[in-house]
């Protein structure tokens, strides 16, 4: 026995030896490929030497004798720290994960390879400007001989992701970067899927009136009702109600619903309304949350000028940022640039649709999708004038689609002759707002909206293509239409000059949180969906409270979690449930609806994540929602995951009727809307206590609004989340100018999702002095300390010096690295 004993132990000590040689062999392995950010290297490419200054945030501040040489050090840096990410966010756009990740990504490669955007990425490097395509080819050399580097010096393959993961890498192109734009892009659309669901719901309602309660106009100056979307199909039998379950969201996906579509804040402020004389300038783009996040924070020593912000890796151009002369910042503009068009097939040639000239032969092609471990999948894609076919299965087309036809889309982002990367590279190089805003004729998808500030000057101008539609055009672009009539079909694009702009304002003030800007008649309108109708509020009146703005104002609106939508809804949806009735027993439903209500109505609606009120908030309007709208909607009610605080306050004010939908259809009794805000709060509370237990006063709102920071590949992997994900209590919300916007689905639908992974504030009195963070860190490498060193510092509120001093940057860099020409 004894002796069994002892080989027992033997055994056992010898399995943690091995244990620990394992994961020093394995930490070993994946530590080849930190980057050394101090060295001198010789690289083909090169004219001339470059040098790399790393800060103490690591970021890269980089100087050259000559443009192209900077972008090819640009291009270096970013392969050092984000190589995986880059050559993941490639593979997304030209349809090939499944080359990598197996059939679990096909559902994603089959929906972009019918979009095809990097062909037309690949077709719009020729329409480019010269410097654009010069910026490019440079910063395509300095990706690629980090690449080489890799090889050559047995760099454990670039990333640890490529140990795990079998993911050659090609040669980087210029056209590789074109088409990261045009998936920022896709990732950014709302409006093609909000057509087919406001086309679904058409078909759901029995009352054509309530439409526009559901899916509300943004307030303001309404148009004409939109018909039934049947009656835009006649002779059709529609598949009313029907249905096809989207595949679970992969994490690598860029397709999101509209809920979680692009959002941002910029504003500016005027010499008059800057308490310093110079103009201020804030950003923060709005995305959902990665690990790495998908910012990189750089400084580019230009022939015309320093420049430091926010790129994207991949792309050679500083998106939101600043020069010593001019800032600039983006905000998703919500432009209706997305057209559904439902064509006929020629009943006796299926490989024909109708025109308004006759029938005609689709464009088709084959192509190839290889699946690891499984036999490669052929796809025939088929493509009208309109644009490409889309599958039946996506977006729940075939829930619109009538038999004998197919659905395709008409999009900005698909042109051949893209030249937005040449509008970004002429903004780098812009210093005064009219140069800026000449600059911005060249962008094409994403609209965005440009806010930009000179040291005297601010402005906002709209940037991307718009379509141009006929004036009868049958659903002015809101829901899908028939593609053979010609007054449906696009007829070009706007001028540039037709654009909204709004360019020194008399109040000395202006910006935008995704809010409605203009309220032009069809078809000029720019849109009929907006992504915010609530922060704008609270906006507004922060700017109005100052009679001078200063760097740390601004500041305070970018972090600011009062939620206008709180103080203006409780009031409404609660008026009959205050205070009322006797104190009911301890242990009670009724006693803790009224806990509940107490604690909201001492709240100011702040989102703190340290306050029970924001998460019983939350619940109860989530549940509101629901209780509104399940009976009327049925199944489709599950795709509307967030509170839309119009509908409910048209509901609870009866605007045109609203409060229809506080009465449940399948019931005999008349429910009213203070029956249906009870029964809310108590599946509120069920919720909450289920989860949380029954004492109120101690829940946290960050505890359940955790800003899910995850990699979105090794994220979900058991042991190794712990390495790779990032998980922050943050304030905030859907409606709060520090947005937190939340996941609405899930075991937590209060995860935050989506949010400013980027903050900047630019102040021109003086420009050092200027700040900005990221949600993560620089590195994509989660064995690297700038993983996520500036995680904490983004929750807290903090930011670091965003200043264009050479001196400051070499002070107490992290690394220089030299890159000489090769011999």
């Not at 379950?245 to 504003?267: C, D, I, M, R, T």
Request: a negative charge; hydrophobic letters at 40%; aromatic letters at 8%.
């Amino acid at each position: 026995m004894a002796m069994l004993f002892k080989w027992l132990m033997r055994i056992a000590g010898a399995l943690v030896v091995l244990g620990l040689v394992a994961v020093i062999a394995l930490y070993f392995l994946l530590s080849r490929s930190l980057p050394d950010y101090d060295k001198t290297l010789h690289v083909k490419g090169l004219a001339a030497p470059v040098q790399i200054v790393r800060d103490n945030a690591n970021v890269p501040h980089i100087f050259g004798t000559q443009d192209t040489d900077v972008f090819f050090g640009l291009g270096y840096a970013h392969a050092q720290d984000r190589l995986w990410q880059m050559t993941i966010l490639r593979r997304t756009a030209q349809g090939r994960l499944s080359e990598v990740f197996g059939k679990r990504t096909l559902p994603i490669d089959r929906l972009m390879r019918r979009y095809d955007i990097y062909g037309a990425a690949r077709d719009s490097v020729a329409a480019q400007t010269p410097e654009a395509r010069a910026a490019l080819d440079a910063y395509a050399a300095g990706v690629n001989a980090r690449v080489a580097e890799i090889n050559s010096a047995a760099l454990g393959r670039g990333a640890p992701e490529m140990f795990i993961f079998n993911a050659p890498i090609s040669p980087w192109a210029a056209a590789d970067s074109i088409a990261l734009i045009k998936l920022m892009a896709v990732q950014l659309s709302a409006q093609l899927p909000n057509e087919v669901r406001r086309a679904r719901v058409s078909l759901a309602l029995d009352d054509d009136a309530r439409l526009k309660d559901i899916m509300p106009d943004a307030p303001g100056s309404g148009i004409a009702a939109l018909p039934d979307y049947a009656a835009l199909m006649p002779g059709t039998e529609l598949p009313r109600h029907a249905a096809v379950a989207p595949p679970p969201q992969h994490p690598l996906s860029p397709f999101h619903p509209p809920e979680l579509a692009g959002a941002s804040n910029a504003w500016a402020a005027a010499p008059s309304r800057s308490a310093a004389g110079g103009t201020l300038l804030a950003n923060d783009p709005h995305l959902g949350f990665t690990a790495p996040a998908v910012w990189y924070l750089a400084r580019l020593d230009l022939a015309a000028g320093g420049v430091i912000g926010a790129t994207i890796p991949g792309v050679p151009v500083v998106l939101t940022g600043r020069s010593d002369r001019l800032g600039w910042g983006i905000t998703s503009a919500y432009l209706d640039d997305q057209d559904v068009h439902i064509e006929r097939l020629n009943p006796d040639n299926p490989e024909e649709y109708l025109t308004p000239d006759g029938y005609k032969p689709f464009e088709t092609r084959r192509s190839i999708i290889r699946i690891a471990d499984e036999d490669p999948v052929t796809m025939t894609l088929r493509a009208t004038d309109n644009g490409p076919v889309l599958p039946g299965s996506r977006y729940n087309l075939g829930a619109v689609t009538p038999a004998g036809h197919v659905a395709t889309v008409a999009w900005t982002a698909l042109s051949p002759r893209d030249t937005t990367v040449s509008a970004a590279m002429a903004l780098m190089r812009a210093d005064t707002v009219e140069a800026a805003i000449e600059a911005g004729a060249l962008f094409v998808a994403p609209a965005q909206n440009l806010v930009v500030a000179d040291r005297e000057h601010i402005a906002m101008k709209l940037v991307g293509a718009m379509p141009r539609r006929d004036a009868e055009h049958e659903s002015k672009g809101r829901m899908p239409t028939r593609g053979w009539i010609e007054a449906n079909r696009w007829q070009g694009t706007y001028p540039y000059s037709a654009n909204p702009e709004f360019i020194n304002p008399p109040g000395g003030i202006l910006g935008n949180t995704n809010n409605k800007t203009v309220d032009r008649p069809f078809p000029a309108h720019v849109s009929y969906l907006w992504g915010d109708t609530q922060r704008i509020h609270r906006w507004q009146r922060l700017m109005q409270n100052r009679e001078v703005h200063t760097r740390d104002s601004f500041i305070e609106a970018q972090l600011d979690t009062v939620s206008f939508t709180a103080r203006s809804l409780l009031p409404l949806i609660g008026a009959d449930l205050w205070f009322t009735g006797e104190s009911a027993p301890e242990g009670t439903p009724e006693r803790l609806r009224q806990r509940a209500l107490a604690l909201l109505a001492d709240w100011n609606g702040e989102m703190n994540e340290h306050r029970p009120e924001p998460l019983i908030y939350a619940a109860w309007l989530r549940a509101l929602q629901d209780r509104l709208a399940r009976d009327e909607l049925g199944p489709l009610n599950a795709e509307f995951t967030h509170a839309d605080p119009v509908f409910i306050e048209r509901v609870y004010r009866d605007v045109d009727g609203a409060a229809a939908w506080c009465d449940v259809v399948q019931s005999g009794p008349k429910e009213t809307c203070t029956d249906i805000a009870r029964m809310a709060l108590d599946d509120a509370l069920v919720w909450i206590t289920e989860r949380y237990g029954t004492a109120l006063e101690s829940l946290r709102w960050g505890d359940v609004h955790q800003a899910t920071q995850d990699h979105p590949v090794l994220g979900d992997v058991r042991l190794l989340r712990y390495f790779v994900n990032i998980r922050q209590s943050t304030s905030g919300g859907d409606h709060t100018l520090m947005r937190g916007r939340t996941s609405g689905t899930g075991p937590n639908p209060f995860e935050n999702v989506h949010g400013a992974g980027y903050r900047g504030v630019y102040d021109f009195s003086d420009p050092d002095s200027s700040v900005f963070i990221i949600s993560t860190g620089q590195s994509g490498h989660f064995l690297s300390r700038h993983y996520d060193d500036m995680a904490q510092l983004w929750r807290r509120g903090e930011y670091i010096p965003m200043s264009l001093d050479p001196e400051l940057a070499r002070a107490a860099a992290v690394g220089v690295t030299e890159l000489l020409p090769a011999e």
